[in-house]
């Protein structure tokens, strides 16, 4: 049996790409533009199709090394070059440096003449002029609408447009072509355009609830995976931004250092370290309760070790926040000075929440913080709905996630809700939530706080009660009695008790301390006075054996003096007798 080799798949060709510039776009599309194939922007009046063609070219020439050429049939070099200013691009000195050229083509119904044909080879030949001026490889046609407007045989519209399309692709140019959108269901004016084009974006400007957002979404992309949700997109002095949602994901590290929260007992209460860097903190309480002051402490605390602190305020100036921080012996002005903290105020209402999730990331982007606080949040669901906001905090969440940041967000609950229940609903998403409440009791209303969970570590389960005093938050020990929990006055009658019941316990103490002093003193007088008598009866006794060893010293010497007086009589009488036998002889 003969054998046959078997077929190898063909080798699958890699599309190449060419980079935007464009913060974000890049990697929605999977690294950018598709080279030498053009690309359709479709959008409606104000969505920014020139700001975002303008934005592919400058980027080209200083950053990739591309030239470009700008073929506008609407607007005015000047008007280019006015408008381009607004997002920070100098065009006349790219334009002086031949690293971009700009051309703007006046076409009117007087100058066409239909002859039964459109000829674009006049447009090709200015086109083809313009690139080999600059070297180009980056080319933009601005709007195709004013090319094609004139024509009113759609048959020779499409042939011209199938036309346009091949030629600029036989070039090898990579091509950004903006179209009119002008009815939600189309794309283009014409609905050709989009059938011709390898990748079309769709740019939007829309308004709800008297709110403006800009989206984009890439609507084809021949050859190349790429991003298919709609994505929030912001054009400021530094030109377009695209947040790219759909690359946040789940893998985020976990670091194990702790950072202080700013107060000595709340770290007490979570293992005595404070929080997880670079973890997701919520602090839900209602109105009143000190989630502004609890968040002072805690930017304070970083500051002092080091840290930047970038703090987002929705409700109150910073001039009021630093005042009013004052109170409680906190001053945050010399952190502001030193540029270790950072303040963003405005009102949510200044643009819509995605706008307002690119603006924050923007200024994390550009600040580089190590704390973040975010006060309150609640204050977004003023300009979208409740899902919309989760949605924003889930990417904002990940986002300062990926960055290691460690983030506090002040949630304001109802006073008439359920306390554990956040207005924004996104208790899920935080390793730590602690709870300021409210506590009424006697007609007294007084502040306490617990950890309701934080992953990770162990932390107390005790409610505690908090005071603002002159020289910050101060934690309390816990009071029990027979209703729960002693607050305010019943907490100082408490205390009041046991201090009497202690002062009471400390005179019975120091009454049977003075007994036993007392008992101590007779103890150690009887014990003085048996040490004389006993000094006394020694002496005594000593003087008497002393007495004893002399007398029996002089009976001795008596003795001795008798033993020596006999023995001298007795030599005395021998020699008598000697003396007399001798006489006698």
């Known amino acids: 049996m003969r054998r046959t080799k078997p077929v190898r798949p063909p080798v699958a060709q890699i599309l190449q790409k060419v980079m935007t510039g464009i913060q974000g776009l890049d990697e929605i599309t999977g690294g950018g533009l598709p080279q030498g194939r053009p690309t359709l922007i479709s959008g409606g009046a104000g969505a920014g199709k020139t700001m975002f063609a303008l934005e592919f070219l400058v980027r080209g020439a200083t950053e990739f090394g591309e030239s470009g050429v700008f073929i506008s049939f609407e607007e005015t070099i000047a008007d280019l070059t006015k408008n381009a200013s607004s997002l920070g691009f100098n065009l006349e000195r790219l334009v002086a440096k031949k690293k971009l050229f700009i051309d703007h083509i006046q076409i009117s119904r007087s100058e066409i003449a239909e002859t039964g044909e459109y000829d674009l080879d006049g447009l090709f030949i200015r086109i083809a002029d313009a690139v080999k001026r600059v070297g180009a490889k980056r080319v933009v046609l601005d709007t195709i609408e004013a090319l094609f407007g004139e024509l009113p045989n759609p048959s020779i519209l499409r042939a011209e447009i199938r036309r346009l399309f091949g030629w600029l692709k036989d070039q090898g140019l990579t091509t950004v072509i903006t179209a009119e959108r002008d009815r939600p269901e189309k794309l283009t004016r014409h609905g050709i355009e989009e059938f011709v084009s390898d990748c079309v974006i769709v740019l939007d400007h829309r308004i709800r609830e008297e709110i403006s957002t800009r989206r984009l979404r890439v609507v084809k992309y021949r050859g190349s995976t790429h991003g298919t949700n709609e994505y929030p997109f912001l054009i400021d002095e530094h030109g377009i931004s695209v947040l790219p ?341």
């Not at 000190?290 to 002072?296: E, I, L, N, R, Y």
Request: aromatic share 6%.
């Open 245 to 585: 949602i759909s690359s946040l994901g789940l893998d985020h590290t976990a670091p194990t250092s702790r950072i202080s929260t700013g107060i000595d007992r709340l770290d007490g209460m979570m293992g005595g370290k404070g929080f997880f860097r670079g973890s997701s903190i919520l602090m839900s309480g209602t109105s009143g309760t000190g989630k502004t002051s609890v968040a002072a402490h805690f930017v304070d605390a970083a500051c002092r070790s080091g840290e930047r602190c970038l703090y987002f305020a929705f409700e109150e100036s910073p001039r009021q926040i630093i005042r009013n921080m004052r109170s409680i012996g906190i001053d945050l002005e010399p952190w502001l000075r030193s540029g270790l903290l950072q303040f963003h105020a405005a009102r949510p209402t200044y643009a819509g929440i995605e706008e307002v999730l690119l603006v924050t990331h923007k200024h994390i982007d550009s600040f580089k913080p190590g704390v973040v606080i975010v006060d309150p949040i609640t204050n977004l669901l003023s300009i979208s709905s409740l899902n919309e906001v989760r949605s924003m905090l889930t990417r904002l969440v990940d986002f300062l996630k990926t960055k290691e940041i460690t983030a506090l967000f002040a949630s304001l609950t109802a006073a008439d809700g359920f306390l554990e229940v956040n207005e924004a609903d996104i208790s899920s998403l935080m390793d730590t939530w602690l709870l300021l409440k409210a506590i009424e009791v006697g007609g007294e209303r007084n502040r306490a706080m617990y950890v309701l969970k934080s992953r990770g570590m162990n932390h107390s389960n005790q409610i505690r009660e908090f005071v603002l005093t002159d020289h910050g938050l101060q934690l309390l020990d816990v009071y029990l009695g027979p209703d729960g929990v002693l607050t305010g006055s019943a907490r100082v009658s408490q205390e009041g008790r046991e201090k009497a019941a202690g002062t009471s316990r400390r005179q019975g103490l120091e009454g049977r301390g003075r007994e036993l002093d007392r008992k101590r003193e007779i103890f150690e007088a009887r014990m003085t006075m048996l040490r004389a008598e006993f000094q006394v009866e020694e002496e005594l006794i000593q003087q008497s054996i002393s007495e004893s060893k002399l007398l029996d010293m002089e009976l001795l010497q008596d003795r001795g003096q008798m033993v020596r007086s006999r023995d001298a009589d007795k030599s005395a009488f021998k020699k008598r007798a000697q003396i007399s036998k001798a006489k006698a002889r």
